[in-house]
């Protein structure tokens, strides 16, 4: 059986925060981002705390911990330093991801099945926090698996490769990756795990995604942080939510 919920959507804001830095001032401010996707309809917020902080910083997590009323997704590597941050301000959820300083953006997805037995002991503490730890992978079975077996509520499925070929024109090539994120949401759910998806989604591509079942929830950033350039962060939300909300009709 399916999950008929509503899909929810995350709204990443690291990229406010990427223009502030660029600054090195105190705006545009990522709370008030925040804020505005809050009363816009985002369902959630994620915010990734980089070792190198060349977005988020720790006060923006204070900040964000303090000031929403929507739950935080706290999206990080699985470090020492971020667990204990993680323990100490107890998000909604923690989304671990790999984190390379040379790439621009999380390029590909945690390698849960060749770190499972460290990565079993990492997230036992958060679990027992009460927090919903999420495995940021690809769709490959063996990883699905084993963020089943090391105690992971969620699994949040990479659509960067299926984002890149759809920007590309390659249709054929981005509907098999789509066929095989299916595979994987209808592999997840079965054992268990609620189905997240995200990374590269846009108004063009993300009606595929969305229309997933297994999917509960997409997490967007980069493309909406864009758009709001255009037409302000609230009715970029809001067009985002009718897209998501066409898909699942
Ligand atoms: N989900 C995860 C785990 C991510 O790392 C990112 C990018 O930070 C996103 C979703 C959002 O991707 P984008 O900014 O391309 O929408």
Known sequence: MVDSARLRLGVNI???????????????????????????????????????????????????????????NFECAATAEMQAIALRIRPHAVCL???KREERTTEGG???????????????PLVAAGI???????????QIKASARIGAAVVELHTGHYSELHAEGKLVEAAAELVALR??????????????AGHGLTYEN????????????????????????????????????????????
């Open 110 to 124: 945690l390698d849960v099945a060749g770190d499972e037995a460290r990565l079993a002991e990492y997230v036992a």
């Open 183 to 196: 595979a994987g949401a209808t592999l997840a759910h079965g054992l268990g795990l609620e189905v997240h």
């Open 14 to 72: 690291d990229h406010v925060a990427t223009v502030r830095n660029a600054r090195g001032s105190q705006w545009p401010d990522p709370l008030r981002a925040a804020l505005l996707a809050e009363a816009a309809g985002a369902d959630g917020i994620t915010a990734h705390l980089r070792e190198d902080r060349r977005h988020i910083r720790d006060a923006d997590i204070d900040a964000l911990m303090a000031g929403l009323t929507i739950p935080l």
């Open 97 to 99: 991801v790999p984190e």
């Open 132 to 142: 919903r730890v999420s495995m940021f992978i690809g769709h490959q079975p063996d």
């Open 206 to 249: 993300v009606g595929p995604i969305a229309a997933l079942p297994q999917v509960r929830e997409l997490n967007i950033g980069h493309f909406l942080i864009g758009e709001a350039l255009y037409m302000g962060l609230g009715p970029a939300i809001e067009e985002m939510r009718v897209r998501m909300d066409a898909a699942r009709l």
